[in-house]
């Protein structure tokens, strides 16, 4: 799986734990027609920095999998099950182990756009799930 390379800046916007679910937000700018949502399901583990320029979602690999996987304490027989996702070219600044992640593209004429992670009239832009990485 090649990395996903988002050229904005994005922010923690929220994390539920009881939903296992983050959100990263870019609200559009000036040049730019729809805001941007990142939304983590089925979250099992975090290491997050307040903001990222630009959003790289890259999948971990080898040593730095491992030590997602170990981070999280999920048992061998699931993690088949969950992407390890970096959120930078180095893990040490960011890491996501979920089961899905989608970006969605919001018009900015939708007042919705900052408040719900899936507002109404929203574009999937991007999808990735467990069984799109190699194990």
Same mark, same amino acid.
């Given at each position: 799986m090649d990395p996903s390379v988002l050229d904005r800046r994005f922010r923690v916007w929220r994390y539920g734990v009881g939903h296992s679910q983050l959100l990263l937000h870019s609200h559009a700018g000036a040049a730019d027609a729809e805001h941007l949502n990142v939304l983590f399901e089925d979250v099992r583990a975090v290491k997050l920095r307040s903001s990222y320029q630009p959003l790289i979602l890259? *999948?971990?690999? /080898? *040593?730095?999998?491992?030590?997602?996987?170990?981070?999280? /304490?999920? *048992?061998?027989?699931?993690?088949?099950?969950?992407l390890s996702l970096t959120l930078s070219t180095r893990p040490e600044i960011g890491f996501v182990l979920c089961a899905r992640v989608t970006v969605l593209a919001v018009s900015k004429t939708n007042g919705q756009a900052p408040l719900r992670a899936w507002p109404d009239g929203a574009r999937v832009v991007h999808t990735l799930h467990y069984r799109d990485q190699v194990s």
């Open positions: 890259r *999948p971990a690999d /080898g *040593p730095a999998r491992d030590d997602i996987l170990d981070f999280a /304490g999920l *048992p061998e027989r699931h993690q088949h099950r969950f």
